[in-house]
């Protein structure tokens, strides 16, 4: 089992950028796959980004790729997603989640999640 807690979330001005951070405890981080998703009031979560256990394979979603960055640090139990060029339309919670193995850009396959970090980008 593994407890996420997301930081580094705030207010930003369009075009700036923020990193999130993604902390893990309990056992056996490098076992899990990580992904970013995000939700807006009254619609539904939407994948964001996702790494591999190994950290050597990346997936994103269209609205971030080349803006969005993903990684991790199995040494020092964290996942980051660095923001760039953020648009007003970025505005949402964002949530870390983890699933064992393999990682997939369907939420329903992710079995634990953190409590979110608001990122609210001002145009």
Same mark, same amino acid.
């Given at each position: 089992?593994?407890? &996420?807690?997301e930081?580094g !979330?705030? %207010?930003?001005?369009a075009?700036?950028?923020?990193? &999130?951070?993604?902390?893990?405890? !309990?056992?056996?981080f #490098?076992?899990?796959?990580?992904?970013?998703?995000?939700?807006t &009031? !009254?619609?539904?979560?939407?994948? *964001?980004?996702?790494?591999?256990?190994? !950290?050597?394979?990346?997936? $994103?979603?269209?609205? *971030?790729? #080349?803006?969005?960055?993903?990684?991790?640090?199995?040494?020092?139990? @964290?996942a980051? &997603?660095?923001?760039?060029? %953020?648009?007003?339309?970025? @505005?949402?919670? $964002? $949530?870390?989640?983890?699933?064992r193995?393999?990682y997939s850009?369907?939420?329903?396959?992710?079995? $634990?999640? #953190?409590?979110?970090?608001?990122?609210?980008?001002?145009?």
């Open positions: 089992q593994v407890q &996420l807690v930081s !979330g705030g %207010l930003v001005q075009g700036g950028s923020l990193r &999130l951070s993604c902390a893990a405890s !309990g056992r056996a #490098g076992n899990y796959a990580l992904a970013w998703f995000r939700q &009031l !009254g619609k539904e979560r939407e994948f *964001v980004a996702a790494i591999s256990r190994s !950290g050597d394979s990346t997936s $994103y979603a269209d609205s *971030v790729q #080349g803006r969005f960055t993903i990684s991790r640090d199995n040494a020092k139990n @964290t980051y &997603l660095q923001t760039n060029s %953020l648009k007003s339309e970025d @505005t949402a919670v $964002y $949530y870390c989640a983890a699933q193995w393999t850009r369907n939420k329903y396959e992710y079995s $634990y999640w #953190g409590q979110g970090t608001q990122v609210t980008v001002s145009s």
